[in-house]
């Protein structure tokens, strides 16, 4: 099986990160990070850079945009009725 | 995952909501308020654009509700208002340059590691959350605004690539194009602060 080039790798490193890749490209791609340190850890840290990122919630929403969000509605149904 | 959303169920509150029922709508506002204001604030950056855009969306939504077909998700609808609503904010306030979802950077130059070098295991423990909060912030607010909303959709919000090419009006490969470069771009950001101290790339093997 010839071996991926590093470019090929990186086209295809986020439908792997994402589990979304067939058996064989799989197994291809994980024998190029076996020999190629650089794509392991571009690899590896692509991984841990998307999961510290799925548990946050830097904005989280304040309550006085929520009040003044369902006043704007309230009184958009208001101009609206019949 | 995002809590997961009985489409049926939903479906009969937009129905509910389309005949008038201000109950209903105020519902699904309930529901995607939170996400469509963190989607803005990433988008503009900006916290009084962020709470327009909120605002503008769901006054739209619920003018043109009717004009919702029902084949996608409620929430992909929205999202779409939402972030034309937050680009137009961006093209406002830099007027001279033109801010779009199809702009085309692909170079390839941006996806290019600046440094490669290993991370501790658990990076993200060497920060509090107020430190760690503004690092990961920082990160996306350097990212070209195209990148951030396909990022956000897919990474933090957890939609699809379908839903986010649908939600974007992009088509599948532009949005698995831009999730790649927005992921390398901040996985280089991270770099700086995550990298396993007087390490070099190699150091492990």
Redesign the interface.
């Known amino acids: 099986m010839p071996l991926l080039t590093c470019k090929q790798f990186m086209d295809e490193l986020s439908d792997y990160l994402d589990e979304k890749t067939d058996a064989e490209i799989r197994k291809k791609l994980e024998q190029h990070i076996n020999e190629c340190p650089n794509c392991w850890v571009i690899c590896d840290t692509t991984k841990k850079t998307i999961q510290i990122y799925k548990g946050m919630d830097p904005f989280p929403m304040p309550p006085d945009v929520h009040s003044r969000l369902m006043f704007a509605l309230e009184q958009k149904m208001a101009r609206n009725k019949p | 995952m995002s809590s997961p959303i009985d489409i049926d169920e939903e479906a009969a509150v937009v129905a509910q909501a389309r005949l008038g029922d ?1 109950t209903a ?2 519902e699904l ?1 309930r529901r995607y ?2 996400k469509i ?2 989607l803005a ?2 988008i503009t950056q900006n916290r009084e654009d ?2 327009d855009v ?2 503008e969306t ?2 739209k939504a ?2 043109h509700l009717d004009q919702f077909q029902g084949q996608s998700k409620f929430y992909t609808w929205i999202v779409r208002i939402a972030v034309n609503q937050a680009l137009m904010k961006l093209r406002k306030r830099k007027s001279d340059r033109s801010v779009s979802l199809d702009d085309t950077i692909d170079t390839g130059e941006d ?1 290019v ?1 600046r440094e ?4 501790d295991e658990n ?2 423990q060497q920060y509090s959350r107020e430190e ?2 503004r690092i ?2 920082g990160a996306v607010e350097d990212l070209a605004p195209i990148y951030r909303a396909v ?1 956000v959709l897919r ?2 919000d ?1 939609l699809s690539t379908e839903e986010t090419a649908d939600a974007l009006g992009l088509s599948i490969p532009a949005v ?1 194009s831009r ?2 470069r927005a ?2 771009q ?2 280089d950001k ?2 700086r602060f ?1 990298k396993r101290k007087g390490d070099d ?2 150091a492990y ?1």
């Open positions: 201000a709508f105020s506002l308020e939170g204001f963190r604030m990433h962020a709470e909120l605002q769901f006054l619920y003018e996806t590691a490669i070098a290993g991370w990076p993200e760690l909060s990961l912030g990022f990474d933090i957890e698995k999730l790649l992921r390398l901040l996985r991270l770099t995550f790339a190699f093997m």
